[in-house]
């Protein structure tokens, strides 16, 4: 009884520090994305990472973009760029914009000239990989 | 022994399986021939986001305004701050007060802040990210706003990530609201001493990112302790929906080759100097709690 016991927390403890190493590792690939181009003005984070693990479930959250600003929004499962489809949704559900269509590109960016609220949404391209840590990340500038 | 060996073999097993499904993934998950298998749980289901406070002191500075160094929470009440709580949200009350002083190149108050970010993260157990390194980094670009808002930002995604993955979302969740609180206060207060429609605006455009504070600490809220403080911003949230606001949406166009999209959508508004002025009152009373 106390083996099984000992063996079901190893399990559980190796698995949380594989994922949170795996998560650490893909949020510094995807905050790459933030630095933009050379010579450009750089994105500054907005301070937080957001992670999910995804199998072939949709993670969701809501943000404030605030007017007057140029968001970038990056997305990554990890050093492949383009596994990861993300769609920006305004309050009333219209599509604002999805990577899908623009070949699951990993990150993108966001004039916006009112302040607006919006639901993003994220999941992984199941041609791809089915399951995985997924990491997004904001930055902005202005 | 060998009973020993039946656990291990099998716990080794799963661990270098979990470990070898590195961040690159692989081209095909083999899983993917039944799609209606369940591989594991979500690890997270509940994705919350604040604005950064950072962006508040951006549009105070554009809008050219003095600084106000008299509205900050003094650097000296650091040590007052006792429980796991205060320090959270005083942590997140001083980077948005550094945020501030740096945009406006006041070093001295910058480097008084920066003192108390990091004796506040180094009882939390956050110094990773508020480092010997990124002190030194810091005091080395003083006069360089973006550089300096850039490293500032970049230690407080460490310390949420480093919160997250140790299981410590409570703190992380106070450190973003009291964050949220401190540029809440910088904005009544000098909209108090100089009236500015801009930054009536801005209080205005926070009523979506209350309901996610509320939302975020009520989600972390261990045995209760915010409570109060959930409580406070409930009835902040009364006043908050008295204030109109009418979105119209307008579809938006896309810069292919630049990877970028307009949001061309429309938002008018409008708040009544009453409820403007609760706010402002009771915004004050929730930070003043906070910081005494």
């Known amino acids: ?142 | 022994m060998r009973k020993i060996f039946n656990y291990l073999v099998p716990t080794l097993f799963a661990f270098g399986t979990l470990m070898s499904c590195d961040g690159d993934g692989k081209e095909m998950d083999p899983d993917i021939k039944d799609p209606n298998k369940t591989l594991m749980t979500k690890f997270d289901n509940k994705v919350f986001s604040i604005p950064s406070p950072v962006q508040t002191s951006m549009l105070i500075k554009q809008l050219n305004l003095p600084f106000y160094s008299d509205i900050l929470n003094d650097a000296g009440n650091v040590s007052g701050y006792s429980t796991k709580s205060a320090q959270a949200l005083n942590l997140g009350l001083y980077g948005t007060d550094l945020g501030y002083s740096a945009l406006y190149n006041e070093s001295s108050y910058s480097l008084k802040y920066l003192s108390a970010v990091q004796k506040l993260s180094k009882k939390l157990g956050l110094s990773g990210a508020f480092d010997k390194s990124f002190m030194k980094r810091v005091e080395d670009h003083l006069s360089n706003q973006d550089t300096l808002m850039m490293l500032v930002s970049d230690a407080f995604m460490q310390g949420d990530m480093f919160l997250k993955n140790a299981n410590r979302k409570s703190d992380a969740a106070l450190i973003l609201a009291g964050g949220w609180i401190e540029s809440m206060y910088i904005l009544s207060e000098i909209n108090i001493k100089k009236a500015t429609p801009r930054i009536v605006e801005r209080i205005g455009e926070q009523q979506w990112t209350l309901v996610s504070i509320i939302d975020l600490l009520s989600e972390y809220n261990t045995k209760g302790a915010n409570d109060e403080l959930i409580g406070d911003l409930h009835d902040l949230q009364f006043y908050f929906d008295k204030i109109e606001s009418k979105y119209t949406y307008v579809e938006p166009t896309t810069d292919v080759e630049n990877k970028t999209t307009m949001l061309n959508h429309k938002l008018e508004i409008k708040i009544d100097t009453d409820i403007l002025n609760q706010i402002s009152m009771k915004i004050r009373s929730i930070r003043e709690k906070i910081t005494n």
Request: charged share 25%; hydrophobic share 40%; proline share 1%.
């Open chain 1, 1 to 142: 009884m106390k083996l099984k016991l000992i063996y079901s927390f190893c399990i559980v403890l190796l698995a949380s520090m594989a994922f949170s190493q795996d998560c650490e590792q893909i949020a510094r690939d995807c905050s790459k994305y933030l630095e933009g181009k050379a010579g450009e003005k750089k994105f500054i984070s907005d301070g937080q990472v957001y992670t999910a693990f995804l199998d072939r479930e949709k993670a969701e959250f809501k943000t404030t973009l605030y007017g007057g600003s140029t968001y970038r929004i990056a997305a990554s499962v990890g050093r492949k760029e383009n596994y990861v489809i993300f769609t920006v949704k305004d309050s009333e559900g219209n599509v604002l914009f999805t990577n899908r269509k623009y070949k699951n590109a990993p990150y993108w960016d966001f004039e916006v000239a009112n302040t607006i609220q919006v639901l993003l949404e994220t999941e992984l391209d199941t041609d791809f990989k089915v399951t995985g840590c997924a990491v997004m990340l904001i930055g902005f500038k202005q």
